[in-house]
């Protein structure tokens, strides 16, 4: 089985080797770098499948990073700060971040949350729902609209398969959480606020409302328009 590429990127060499060490003991193939500038060139080079990714980067800031790699691939991303603010921690998730961890940290936490992402990314049904404007190809793990690939993060890509897959429950912010992020998650209520404000973006028009707001509790999928099927 071939082995899973980590990108890990911090300005702190002493972080990099610590995950490093970790990562690769846990036997993930791991490339670094140690300024935004190398991290674009080596996640250009490498094509890893994950990357963990600090903010406070010389040369080019890792907010830059991240919405440049989002431009182009859905690849997994774990960001690190020492800002624990939630407003810090909301504009990573706008970003594109599927996960967000404050420093310090320890490092088997950071290897248990790869694990738990790289997981949901490989979660897969045969099924296949699609109407003419949105389509959602479980098992390519591909998201359509009007034929044309939409770029979503795992955790944006598991939070719409809950909803589509079972439309008439309303979830919970909490169940949400639960579900899409399962138990190394410590996030917040605001943070499935973020997810959907940027699904919404992706997914939806002005003629095309998929995900209901139920005030006071959460959200649900609206199936009445969408005229979905499943496809052999």
Known sequence: MQKKKILVVDDEKQIVETLKAYLEKDQFDVNVAYDGEEALEVFQKERPDFV??????????????????????????????????EDSKLNGFVLGADDYVTKPFNPKEIVARIHSILKRVEEKTDSLIFNDDLKIDFEGYTVYKKDVPVNL???EFKI????????????????????AFQDVYTGFDRTIDSHIKNLRAKIEDDENKYIITVRGFGYKFDNRKVGMRNED
Not at 71 to 83: D, G, H, R
């Open 153 to 155: 993060t795992a955790s």
């Open 160 to 179: 719409l398969s809950i909803l589509v897959q079972n439309p008439s429950h309303t979830y919970s912010r909490e169940e949400l959480i639960t579900l």
């Open 52 to 85: 963990v990714l600090d903010l406070m980067l010389p040369k080019i800031t890792g907010e830059e990073v991240c919405l440049t790699i989002r431009e182009s691939s859905n690849v997994p991303i774990i960001m690190l700060s020492a800002k624990i603010n």
